[in-house]
Each structure stands twice: as structure tokens, then as C-alpha cells.
């Protein structure tokens, strides 16, 4: 390519990189320093307050604060849970569609797809009222089957939230394993098949190792997602605020930390330890899904 | 990969796209259509409900059964939900409106331009700026926003439209995808023929690339603005006054109001709600063609 086409390309992606400065690394390095000082109140505060140099010692409170690492941890966990639950149900159906006639595929594809239409505001709400016990249809469907079930309750928050996600997310999840089903050569299960290998076998053996490249993305998706839950929980929070406490997931914290508190300095230091946690789940997924591959 | 490949793949593809008869006795089809038709109710039930209980006055919603009508009150709570607090409710709604259109719009025009310079030159830091793009995707919302209130906060810029909009423009996801479409789209001998008969870049660029890519365009556009209707955490942060909220923010204040004031929303949250999705359903239903192509192709790239 001729020398002065070169920057002309460059100049293309200008308004971005300029952007990208402006929006990611600026606020990303001002976060980064800003985490390094505390606030110093001076006198008895009336003489207002001053920055001071405090190195890592933001970091260090944050990695022992309990509050913090308890909401990491019980997001972890929770992610283990929900995550796979969700990928198993998007998979099968996947696996349902590819073997109907296209035209019925499509059909059920368009209903499944639903939920991923609705905002997850809206989605939230739309649950949350299903949940409840004044305006709902499922506490008195739990009557009829004996049940007195309580959606908001402590040990039942979580699975509330997890069914929210799972309905959300198995729709977009289907269609991008059931996009990488359909480029699986044909070919492939008709050998099978007069080898005498059965359905299931088929499934297990062929179709779903080809669509690995698949279920690892939408993970990884999902896991980088579920770190950053807030806006499930935040809704929770305004019908069930003590089950839901305001320090229940990672951002949560850092949100208070910012606007309620005040205390925007260990709030920068809560971020940026959360995006280290993020990188790491990240990395050790994808080491995970690759040995698996050997 | 060469024109003649492509179009080779692309063919295959859509011989392969044949479904597969698997499970071609009765029984197994059974099953599966009992699986799809269970999860299909699972999946409509909410909406279904959500429909349901926007059609009912107070009472009602409190003391009929939740899937089935009892009374036709829907225009009366539409009315409600407009006419509340002055009509903030149609101020939200115009909001999400401006950020996501105006937003996307702008976001979708610098990320082609971004797409194509990086899919179709060679240049220094190239690889470089695609890291950034990829790299972002990593990047926590919170690093990001609480930072940009406090950038924005000392220009004066928060609770402003501005707030929304210049966030927006830069979405790296955008940038990945546009960089597919154009792999995808825009063959390199057509630019070269394009410049041996001495057009200019921008011109190329804006007469011959963006021509070719109104598809791609459209599928970015659509999943930025669906991104940025849907949006919480940020303009959660950077508005403040409710006259520049969206209309998940709206809602999001609707529904905790109950708990802050003891005054119960919850039918009109339920209406709003409703209203809120219609948009959002009439757009991905009339471009359907494109989100189905933007979600997998991103996805299997």
C-alpha cells in the first residue's frame, strides 16, 4: 500500500482513538489516581478537606473489607450456578430447533426470542411483580399446590434473581449456539447415522463439541456480565430492602461507596480491584475451556 | 479471504442451512415440540401478564386473576401514566428517544469509519487501536462511569443531554462488528478500481463504503440504540433531575416510591412499563433482518 494511503486509513479511526482517549483512558488513569489518596478532613471539618497521598492503601482496605469480598464471593457463586443452568437450557433448545423443519424453527425461535426484546429494567419490574405476593399469579398458583412460597425472602432472593436472568438470557444465548449448530456440516450426522450412532449420540458426539467456540463466548459473556450485576438487585432493593441490603453485589458497593458516601477515592480503588477480579474470571475461564479442549 | 471464497462460503452455508431431520420418529418429535412449546410458555407468560394487568384498574389488579382480564381499563391507565406529575412520563420518554437515536446515530457514523480504516488499511498502531476495541470489552461499567461524573461534573456537564449523548458515541463493540461487515462487504479490487479513476478517500468512504454497508450499518445502529435504550447504570450516575431521566430511570424511581413515600405506584409502573417496550418491540420487528445477523455474526467471528 502506497505511504500516504497508510495515514489516510489512520485518519478513518481518528475520531475514534480520540474518543477512546477522551472516554476510556482519561477516566480509567483518573480513576487509577484518584484511588491512591484519601480524604483528609482538617481541624474539626471546618476547614473543609484535603487530598492526601495514601499509596495502596485504598486497595488494601477494599481487599479486607468483608462487606466487598462477600459481595464478590456471593456473586462468584452465584454465577456458577445460574450461569450454567442458563447455558444447559439455551442449548437444548438449540439443539430442539436445529431438528425441526426450518419453517417451525423459526416460529418457536420468534417466541423464545421474546425476553431479550424487553429492557432489563423492564424485565425486572415485570418479575418482580410476578414475585409478589399482593399483585402476583404466583403466590396463588403455590396455594393451589400447597405451597406458601415467599420470592423474597433471604434464601429465596437469589433464586428469584437467577430465574429472572435465566428468562432474559436464554433467548440471545439460543440464537448464537443455534447459529453455530447450523454451520455444522450435514454431512457429518448422515456418517453417524448409518454408523448406527442414535440421536443422542449424535448430539453429544458431534453437535455439541462443534459448538464449544459457541458455549465459551456466551460464558464468558454471561460472566463478565453477572460480576457487574446491579440493576436486578437494585430493583429488588426497592420492594425488599432488607433482604437486599445496599452492599448485596460489588457494584452496588461502589456506588454507595461514590454517592452516599461520599468516599469517592476508595470507590475508585473498589473499581479498579473489580476490574482486576473480572480480568482474572476471565482468564481462568478461558485456560479452563482451552485445557478441556486438549 | 478472496471475493471468489466468500461467496463459495456463503453458498455452502446456505446448503447446509437445510434443517437437520434428527429425531425423525414420532416420539422424539413429540418430545421436542413439547420442550419448545414449554418453553416457549415460559418465555411469553410475562408478557402476557405484564399485558394483562396494564388493562386493569387498581382494584382489579389487586383482586382478579392475574392472567385473565376483568375489565378494559387500559386507555384510562395510558392517560394515567401520560398525564402524571405534568406528563413526565412523555418528557422520559422523548429522552430516550434523543440519547438512543441521536447517540446511536453518531456512535454508528464514527464506528464504520473506524471499522472500515482498520479492515481495509495497513497503518501503524493498527493493531494497537483493534486491541483497545477488543481489550474494552473487559473494562467494568463502574471504572468507566464514575470517573466521567467527575470529569463531567467539573465542565458542567452533568444532568445535560450531553451527559448521554457523548458517551455513546464511542461504543468499541460497535467498532468490532462494523470491522466484520466491512471484512465481509467491501472488496479491496473495488477500491482500487475506485482509486485508479482518481476518486478521493472520503469520497470512496462516504459514496462507494457506506453505500455497501447500509446492512451492516443498520445492525449496528439497531444493537447501539437497543444498548442505550436500555442503558441504567450510566444515566443513572449522570442525571440527576428527573426532567432528563430516560424512561428506565423513570420507572426505576416509579417503583421505589412505594417504599420512600408509601405511595403505590405499582399500576402505573405496570402501564409504563408496558409503553416502554413498545418501541423497542416495533423496532426489532421491523428490522428483524438485522439484529438476527448482528447477534450471530458478532458472535461466531
Known amino acids: ?294 | 479471504m478472496t471475493l471468489i471464497e466468500e461467496r463459495r462460503n456463503a453458498h455452502q452455508v446456505r446448503r447446509l442451512n437445510k434443517p437437520d431431520p434428527a429425531a425423525r420418529s414420532r416420539g422424539g418429535q413429540r418430545f421436542l415440540l413439547v420442550g419448545l412449546v414449554l418453553a416457549s410458555a415460559y418465555s411469553l407468560f410475562p408478557v402476557w401478564w405484564l399485558i394483562v394487568a396494564a388493562t386493569k384498574n387498581r382494584t382489579s389488579l389487586y383482586q382478579s386473576n392475574g392472567l385473565w382480564f376483568s375489565g378494559m381499563h387500559l386507555w384510562a391507565n395510558v392517560r394515567q401514566v401520560f398525564t402524571y406529575e405534568n406528563g413526565i412520563f412523555l418528557r422520559w420518554t422523548a429522552n430516550s428517544f434523543l440519547y438512543a437515536g441521536v447517540g446511536s446515530l453518531g456512535g454508528t457514523l464514527i464506528a464504520l469509519a473506524t471499522g472500515y480504516g482498520l479492515a481495509r488499511f495497513e497503518f501503524p498502531g493498527r493493531s494497537a487501536v483493534f486491541a483497545c476495541v477488543v481489550g474494552s470489552f473487559l473494562i467494568p461499567i463502574a471504572l468507566l462511569t464514575l470517573p466521567l461524573y467527575l470529569m463531567f461534573s467539573k465542565i458542567g456537564l452533568v444532568d445535560t443531554p450531553w451527559a448521554m449523548l457523548i458517551p455513546c458515541l464511542i461504543n468499541p463493540f460497535s467498532v468490532y462488528l462494523a470491522k466484520v461487515y466491512t471484512e465481509a462487504t467491501v472488496p479491496f479490487e473495488l477500491l482500487e478500481a475506485a482509486r485508479l479513476d482518481g476518486a478521493g478517500e472520503l469520497r470512496i468512504f462516504f459514496s462507494i463504503v457506506l453505500r455497501m454497508m447500509t446492512t451492516g450499518g443498520a445492525t449496528v445502529f439497531l444493537l447501539a440504540f437497543v444498548n442505550t435504550w436500555n442503558a441504567f447504570f450510566l444515566p443513572l450516575t449522570v442525571l440527576r433531575g428527573e426532567e432528563n431521566w430516560t424512561l428506565n430511570i423513570g420507572l426505576y424511581n416509579w417503583s421505589g416510591k412505594r417504599l420512600e413515600s408509601g405511595v403505590d405506584l405499582t399500576s402505573l409502573v405496570l402501564t409504563g412499563a408496558l409503553l416502554s417496550i413498545v418501541p423497542m418491540a416495533v423496532m426489532m420487528v421491523a428490522m428483524r433482518r438485522y439484529w438476527r445477523t448482528g447477534v450471530t455474526l458478532g458472535a461466531l467471528k
Not at chain 1, 495515514?7 to 483512558?25: I, N
Not at chain 1, 469480598?69 to 452465584?78: I, Q
Not at chain 1, 455444522?184 to 456418517?191: G, H, M, N, S, T
Not at chain 1, 429488588?236 to 445496599?246: A, H, L
Open chain 1, 1 to 294: 500500500m502506497i505511504r500516504s494511503q497508510r495515514w489516510k486509513g489512520a485518519a478513518f479511526t481518528v475520531p475514534f482513538q480520540l474518543g477512546f482517549v477522551f472516554l476510556y483512558l482519561i477516566p480509567i488513569g483518573y480513576a487509577v489516581y484518584e484511588s491512591l489518596f484519601v480524604e483528609h478532613q482538617s481541624g474539626l471539618g471546618l476547614g473543609g478537606s484535603t487530598q492526601r497521598f495514601s499509596g495502596l492503601d485504598n486497595y488494601q482496605q477494599g481487599l479486607t473489607d468483608s462487606a466487598f469480598m462477600n459481595s464478590v464471593l456471593r456473586v462468584v457463586l452465584f454465577a456458577c450456578v445460574q450461569i450454567p443452568v442458563m447455558l444447559l437450557i439455551s442449548l437444548l433448545l438449540a439443539l430442539f430447533l436445529d431438528a425441526l423443519s426450518s419453517k417451525a424453527a423459526g416460529r418457536f425461535r420468534i417466541f423464545l426470542l421474546v425476553p431479550y426484546m424487553i429492557p432489563g429494567v423492564v424485565a425486572a419490574i415485570v418479575w418482580i411483580n410476578l414475585y409478589s405476593p399482593d399483585v402476583g399469579p404466583l403466590t396463588p398458583l403455590g396455594k393451589v399446590f400447597g405451597l406458601s412460597w415467599n420470592f423474597f425472602a433471604p434464601s429465596m432472593v437469589w433464586p428469584s434473581i437467577g430465574n429472572l436472568l435465566t428468562w432474559h438470557g436464554i433467548g440471545y444465548n439460543m440464537v448464537i449456539i443455534y447459529a453455530a449448530l447450523q454451520g455444522v456440516p450435514r454431512d457429518l450426522f448422515e456418517a453417524a447415522r448409518l454408523d448406527g450412532a442414535s440421536e443422542f449420540r449424535v448430539a453429544t458426539s458431534i453437535k455439541i463439541p462443534y459448538v464449544r467456540g459457541a458455549l465459551v463466548l456466551t460464558g464468558m459473556l454471561s460472566i463478565i456480565q453477572m460480576l457487574q450485576i446491579f440493576n436486578e438487585p437494585a430493583l429488588f432493593r426497592n420492594v425488599t430492602p432488607q433482604t437486599v441490603n445496599d452492599s448485596f453485589t460489588p457494584i452496588m458497593i461502589i456506588y454507595n461507596q461514590a454517592f452516599n458516601a461520599g468516599n469517592y477515592h476508595y470507590a475508585a480503588a473498589l473499581s479498579v480491584l473489580l476490574a482486576l477480579i473480572l480480568g482474572l474470571a476471565s482468564f481462568l475461564f478461558y485456560r479452563l475451556t482451552a485445557k478441556e479442549a486438549d
